[in-house]
């Protein structure tokens, strides 16, 4: 498909979508239940082209006649008489062939393009209120909106603090928010580590390390300060695509491509970006960050460190 999206010239986008009321079949002015169709040669009721597709939870017999297999799902046909019929999707392979697949595949792409169309139109449709909602997400998911999670962050390892209180959290935190700290082992726990090592002979004992790490504090959600990188792609993406949707109608086909492609992505994307305002809420909270202080020793850092985690309680 080129040049101008060829879905918006279809008399109706409903016959695209998948019928599930076999009563809609039934009214169709044109539908017979059965119908005589040539399968060879130049006479005969031939085989037009595929306008519909259904799915029924019971089987319907096929409107070929000479066929009548029962069926759930299929196509409707048009014949080369004017005529509909029901036909299943195995029916339509097994008679008509490489005809048959080679219309199924076209019908199911314009289907596929049709569902595309609708989607993008609704998008269009309900731009500003989606707008309101993305906005909503970045001002109002928590006490701290996204620019002042961003702030905080920068703050907290990016220059609000020291030089050397910067340094520190960088090397002392895990990525995950973990602080260890290094202390002695007791002769008890080392005489367990050869026991275990299965080497106690005093003449000939393996090396075992005088001090061992142990947790002393967790930063909730740390893991934020690393990850922010994405957040501000997701803003980018909104705000990117907010600008880029506007009515399908006249669309060149590869902008309306493109556009779709992005667009799957949108409700999976505002749910990461009011993930990561979540979690950056709660990484900036006094009682979170005030257990950076175990990290220090001198009192004007851990001072720096109050000082800083004050300003999110």
């Known amino acids: ?40 040669g130049d006479d005969g009721i031939k085989l037009d082209n595929i306008i519909g597709q259904y799915q029924f939870r019971d089987k319907v017999k096929c409107g070929i006649a000479s066929c009548g297999t029962k069926h759930a799902k299929g196509y409707i046909a048009s014949l080369s008489n004017g005529q509909e019929i029901m036909m299943g999707h195995v029916c ?60 905080g962050i920068y703050g907290l390892v990016g220059g609000g603090l020291s030089y050397w209180i910067t340094q520190t959290i960088k090397n002392k935190v895990s990525s995950l928010g973990m602080i260890f700290e290094e202390v002695p082992k007791t002769d008890e726990e080392k005489a367990i580590e050869r026991h275990m090592k299965g080497d106690e002979s005093s003449d000939t004992q393996r090396y075992v390390r005088d001090t061992k790490n142990i947790l002393v504090a967790e930063i909730e959600n740390f893991d934020v300060v690393y990850q922010w990188h994405e957040a501000e792609k997701l803003k980018d993406y909104f705000e990117k695509i907010h600008r880029e949707i506007r009515n399908p109608v006249g669309m060149p086909d590869d902008v309306f ?57």
């Open 92 to 151: 339509g392979k097994n008679n008509f062939g490489v005809d048959f697949t080679n219309k199924e595949k076209e019908f199911r792409a314009l289907r596929i393009h049709a569902d595309q169309f609708h989607a993008l139109k609704a998008a269009y449709e309900q731009l500003e209120a989606s707008r309101q909602v993305f906005e909503h997400t970045l001002q109002h998911t928590g006490k701290l909106s996204f620019v002042e999670i961003k702030n």
């Open 1 to 40: 498909m080129t040049g101008i999206n060829p879905i918006e010239q279809a008399a109706d986008l409903k016959q695209y979508a998948l019928i599930q009321d076999i009563g809609e079949i039934f009214s169709r002015p044109n539908f017979v239940e059965k119908a005589s169709v040539n399968f060879a």
């Open 257 to 313: 491509k493109k556009l779709v492609k992005r667009l799957k992505d949108y409700d999976q994307n505002l749910q990461e970006l009011r993930r990561f305002c979540v979690r950056g809420n709660k990484l900036l909270k006094k009682d979170n960050l005030i257990k950076l202080t175990c990290l220090f020793r001198h009192s004007d850092e851990i001072r720096a460190i109050e000082q800083f985690a004050g300003k999110y309680g």
